[in-house]
T-cell receptor
Framework: GAVVSQHPSRVICKSGTSVKIECRSLDFQATTMFWYRQFPKQSLMLMATSNEGSKATYEQGVEKDKFLINHASLTLSTLTVTSAHPEDSSFYIC????????????FGPGTRLTVT | AQSVTQLDSQVPVFEEAPVELRCNYSSSVSVYLFWYVQYPNQGLQLLLKYLSGSTLVKGINGFEAEFNKSQTSFHLRKPSVHISDTAEYFCAVSAPSGSASKIIFGSGTRLSIRP
């Protein structure tokens, strides 16, 4: 089946620093990738949609300058949390849509970010 | 725009009992519907999906769901649950609008199985 990986699985960083999270589709090409944020015991909130080779589309209320998304290839998207603060601590999950699909999304295992 | 409501935040059931997790959606266009399961500290796994055709959809792990257009519902059922079914379950909706169609999630239902 289609596999999506995320790296790192857990990261702890100091307030004010930046952290990059990678999302890779391992056995398929993904034109579109999605980034979600999940607070404890809550649902997944879509942050942005990224398309390979173009700028990401951010959901309302998501700061594009704080959450930088790059989708440089058909198998890799990155999310960089810039100048992280404790309130950015969360579980970040990416998903990838196979090229040519209209609805499929395969989810990564998530990255737990803790900002101290 | 689409939205989805999961009416129960928590559902406790005894092992081997049947369970139904409720989901209602709202959309002005036809939709795709999904149920995902999330185990602690993990990503999401697709249980089943409704795209078109038969309204009764069978998924993995013995789960099934029925699409009811008149009631705008997509309830998830399992006739006999197991301890290993303890997890968070998310109902989700997507409108078929090309490769950029987004999946919107409900608030989730925590299924806890008692021995």
């Amino acid at each position: 089946g289609a596999v999506v990986s995320q790296h790192p699985s857990r990261v702890i960083c100091k307030s004010g620093t930046s952290v990059k999270i990678e999302c890779r589709s391992l056995d398929f090409q993904a034109t579109t990738m999605f980034w979600y944020r999940q607070f404890p015991k809550q649902s997944l909130m879509l942050m942005a949609t990224s398309n390979e080779g173009s700028k990401a589309t951010y959901e309302q209320g998501v700061e594009k300058d704080k959450f930088l998304i790059n989708h440089a290839s058909l198998t890799l998207s990155t999310l960089t949390v810039t100048s992280a603060h404790p309130e950015d601590s969360s579980f970040y999950i990416c998903s990838a849509r196979p090229q040519g699909s209209r609805y499929e999304q395969y989810f990564g295992p998530g990255t737990r970010l803790t900002v101290t | 725009a689409q939205s989805v409501t999961q009416l129960d935040s928590q559902v406790p059931v005894f092992e081997e009992a049947p369970v139904e997790l409720r989901c209602n959606y709202s959309s002005s266009v036809s939709v795709y519907l999904f149920w995902y399961v999330q185990y602690p500290n993990q990503g999401l796994q697709l249980l089943l999906k409704y795209l078109s055709g038969s309204t009764l959809v069978k998924g993995i792990n013995g789960f099934e769901a029925e699409f009811n257009k008149s009631q705008t519902s997509f309830h998830l059922r399992k006739p006999s649950v197991h301890i290993s079914d303890t997890a968070e379950y998310f109902c989700a909706v997507s409108a078929p609008s090309g490769s950029a169609s987004k999946i919107i999630f409900g608030s989730g239902t925590r299924l806890s199985i008692r021995p």
